[in-house]
């Protein structure tokens, strides 16, 4: 094939592109599995550069970013940057050798997790630790059966696949294994049983008692027997679910009576995002402890970089397997120094602090925005981890899916970036970069007003085309204001 | 827990370090998990910094690097570290936004490779590459079985342990699923056919009609069907073998029959490193073409990225199983800028060419040592990916299995990182970053000479103690000249 040569002096285009958009589409549609797919697929975003909670096309319009939690601590954070290009002209080996930033790295880690959670494996990515986690259970517990949630995601390899209803559910055919048990997912709003109809009850041990079925069914399976739950600590695709109070304690004495090990999944929400505390797990009470922690995206604001933290029982079982856990580029001195640097920042800045006040305001905000739009059912979150669940009608909490994906495209038109979520796509998702301002907030709340008015004027005939409507607010070329911040990265 | 504060300004400290050797080891014992294994477990190394072909340890000691193929533009590649930087500052983002760091990723390793290989997808590690072919090859055959080589280590993911003999032979009481079927490796010095026993005869073949054998089997298995045949296209764990010729041809012939697809691993030996071709698959034929090619390690010089190659007609029975295909670092602005770039330096430099002169130089200097030394049972390899194989008798080819592992430990007294493989762990293995230089062939070689020349007339009492004889050649303090390339990366 010939290549397309094409260079950056090219007229018109960005200093940081190489071709045009156009091209851009084509080449990645010949050369990139259509499996994987783009947002905003009919109008895909060609973005050249970013910087704290700020994205830019390459016509140099700026997007307001309330989507990419792995940018964690603001997109291109000069720390951050600071520490990866500083350890990559140094030294990048494996960890076979030994190196502080692994072992400062694991100390910082275990210094922020409760006993007895104190041994470290690192990895790549989430998925790899959720696979690892896997492996842990099963060495520890000699067990082989899985208890997963109805929507979750734990990862795009086959393993977590099999675990993961989110996507199993989506192919033709699937056949799910006999060591898969899925419980439902603890949403109060629209799961198996929901807060209006339990009025009082305690739906946490409600939920818990469902895992507690699933683990006599496994432990009655011929050959099987409980390995372990894995759950979000708080679900995000299955749409930003909060679960009950006393869920997670209920749930873990039984699947520990049952012989097996509780995985918290905090690959999304561990990092301090839900404010007031570093790990989601903890928002279930200080005595609530999993056997196994898996971490990935915010921890290395975008550098591949992923963690299972694990108790030395745990870690001893997997050591007596006689099988080395060989992971080329896990706890590589790069990958540590950018951990190391994303904490830090973390705890310089008062992120976590920051999540929870801009996270009160922005869940105050929206439930004020709730009394006035009828389309919204449900509006639930912690810290900068928020949910928007649009209805059409409240009472039958019928799922608005139209309108949610009709919301998206709107705020795409307003220059933010917003995503759905759920069993129904109609649960807006709010999980920005730590350093979203209580600017951002309004500005967020004021456009998703103007577009929910639309929406309601449209008596919700999405027929009806509305592109090209533009809400009037405070910005220029007919925008929100988003393009008044470039530059300025934190409020 | 209580942090341990130490600086860099410790007295006698690196200053690359912040704590002593002692206190790394110290913590790595109690906070890392001891799956993870250390090189030299009773002494190991605390490397600090690397450049092109040398390590230094913590006291500024070099080492020459004979092991990392990661490394594979050599150690901290000034280019690839600017490349990666520059990005990093930029923008660092996930393949949902366009971009055109990952189209020009795509096109130049599609570029690459032989018609019809022209769809790419991105991933963070060799495994996750190995994980997402099997799941490529099951949906577009429909089938399960997979058939791998005996020794083979695909990955260190619990589906990849499955297919990967080398590891799960260790495992006390594992049950190998009844979709994995376990071929002979090709291994004529070795193996189940031996040069020695089949004079003159077709060996590539001999070892295919095992694997005919294995596609009959999974065949008539209930349920079952062959998915695809797995394999390095040069086998690193199971000892550096080099498959005979017309192997891959007629495996391929019997496998596509059986209605599978080929997967050709090429993480470990892809991107030049055998000299004459950019694929190792290549070496069998220009009629041979696999229908996946996963790579990883050298791809992006220690940075994790690695990718899957496949043909539309694979592609896109991935996609019509209805499944996005996500991942979270895959393919983002950094990762293919790296991967840019080292591609960019293996041409700028002719790495390929220098591969095979440097790998021609040092077959030809060890096939040389093999007429001094009874120990060399065989020299084999490829450009950068060599193997010596130490027999205690020539002709039984028997295994010197403690003879290796003392020659890897006098090896790094004196200054060469080595390493040994193959079920018997008594091949030496190199497959050194690809600046390994003409003197180093010969640095390397003349201290080998003495090391074994010193095990021979220890006339194989290896309880006797030889720590502390050192081989006096051309360096300083008792080594033997790595030292003094000190800052002269490559020659």
Redesign the interface.
Known sequence: ?A??KMSASLDGLDP????S?SD??R??K??????????FRSD???????EAQY?YDEQGRAYLDCI?N??HVG??Q?DV?AA??RQ?????????????N???C???L??LMPEPL?????V?????AN??A??LARAHTGHQDVITLDHAYHG????L?EISPY?FN???GHQQADWVHVAPCPDVYRGKFRDCDHPGEDMGALYAEEVRALCDKASARPGGGVACYIAESLQSCGGQVIPPDNYLREVFRHVRAAGGVCIADEVQVGFGRVGSHYWAFQLQGEDVVPDIVTM??PMG????VAAVI?TRAV??S??D????????????P??CAVANAVMQVIEDQGLRGHAKEVGDHLLERCRALQQRHALIGDVRGVGLFVGIELVTDRAARTPATAEAQHVLSRMKDESILLSSDGPDRNVLKLKPPMVFSMQNVDTFVDVLDEVLAELEDLDGDLAEPVNGHHVKTNGTNGTNGVNGHRGKATA
């Open positions: 094939m290549s397309t940081l592109e190489h071709m958009k851009t589409i080449l990645r010949r050369l990139v599995g259509e499996s994987c797919k783009l947002f895909p975003l060609k973005i050249v550069r970013a994205m990419n792995v940018s997109h291109c000069p940057v990866a290009s990559l002209s140094v030294l990048n080996t494996n960890n076979r050798f030994l190196h502080d692994l072992v400062l694991a100390q910082r275990t210094d104190s041994v470290c494996f690192f790549n990515s989430g998925s790899e696979d690892l896997l492996r795009h390899l086959s393993s696949i996507k989506m192919i033709p990935g995206k604001n975008g550098y591949p694990t870690a001893d997997f050591r397997t006689g099988v080395e856990y060989f992971n080329t580029y896990g706890g590589n790069v990958s």
